[in-house]
Nanobody, 117 residues
Framework: EVQLVQSGGGLVQPGGSLRLSCAASGLPFGDYDMAWVRQAPGNGPEWVSGINSGGDSTYYADSVKGRFTISRDNAKNMVSLQMNSLKPEDTAVYSC??????????WGQGSQVIVSS
């Protein structure tokens, strides 16, 4: 079966950085678009970023553009999200998913990111 296992996350101060990683198995990773989605208490799910299967096209929500960077290493079946200049409003549970910006398939287990002083 498909598994997306996330690592990273944690508590950081505003302005800090954090890197999330997602290791995929059970699927031909290089054939799949990937994305990151976040959910904060009181808010619905928010698409954050996407990357196409080849890794040559990336997309970002306006709220994170210029601060977050999505990347992938198809040889390692990994997709990552580098988060810089973090803001309190970035606090959420972040999940990696198969798919680019909609119609997501498999989901990772989620990583808690808390941005607070």
């Amino acid at each position: 079966e498909v598994q997306l296992v996330q690592s990273g996350g944690g508590l950081v101060q505003p302005g800090g950085s954090l890197r999330l990683s997602c290791a995929a198995s059970g699927l031909p990773f290089g054939d799949y678009d990937m994305a990151w989605v976040r959910q904060a208490p009181g808010n619905g799910p928010e698409w954050v970023s996407g990357i196409n299967s080849g890794g040559d096209s990336t997309y970002y929500a306006d709220s994170v553009k210029g601060r977050f960077t999505i990347s992938r290493d198809n040889a390692k079946n990994m997709v990552s999200l580098q988060m810089n200049s973090l803001k309190p409003e970035d606090t959420a549970v972040y999940s990696c998913v198969t798919g680019l910006a909609a119609d997501f398939g498999s989901w990772g287990q989620g990583s808690q990111v808390i941005v607070s002083s």
